[in-house]
């Protein structure tokens, strides 16, 4: 079956840096784009940042540009998230999510598979 492992997170300062990794299993790879969301507590799930099959073409929220970059890596099946000036308010669950098709998918509703999620907690 699919599956989608996420790793990385953990407790880091305001102002540092972290880089979440998310392994995927059962399925071909390249042929669907991935993404990565995140849930603070009491609030909704919101879209960060995805990528397309080929690592050509991304996407990001705006709160995050400039600050996150996203990759893949489709030899090791594994796409990342480069997380850097990290902010209290980005402590949440982050969620890696794949998405069948050639495109970039910023909705929630786009994507046919997901990870368990990683905690970042970012300290003050």
């Known amino acids: 079956q699919v599956q989608l492992v996420e790793s990385g997170g953990g407790l880091v300062q305001a102002g540092g840096s972290l880089r979440l990794s998310c392994a995927a299993s059962g399925l071909v790879f390249i042929r669907y784009g991935l993404g990565w969301f995140r849930q603070a507590p009491g609030k909704e799930r919101e879209f960060v940042a995805a990528?397309?099959?080929?690592?050509?073409?991304?996407n990001y929220a705006d709160s995050v540009k400039g600050r996150f970059t996203i990759s893949r890596d489709n030899a090791k099946r594994t796409v990342y998230l480069q997380m850097s000036s990290l902010k209290p308010e980005e402590t949440a669950v982050y969620y890696c999510?794949?998405?069948?098709?050639?495109?970039?998918?910023?909705?929630?509703?786009?994507?046919?598979?997901w990870g368990q999620g990683t905690q970042v907690t970012v300290s003050s």
């Open positions: 990528i397309n099959w080929s690592g050509g073409s991304t």
């Open positions: 999510a794949a998405a069948l098709g050639s495109g970039t998918y910023v909705r929630e509703s786009q994507y046919d598979y």
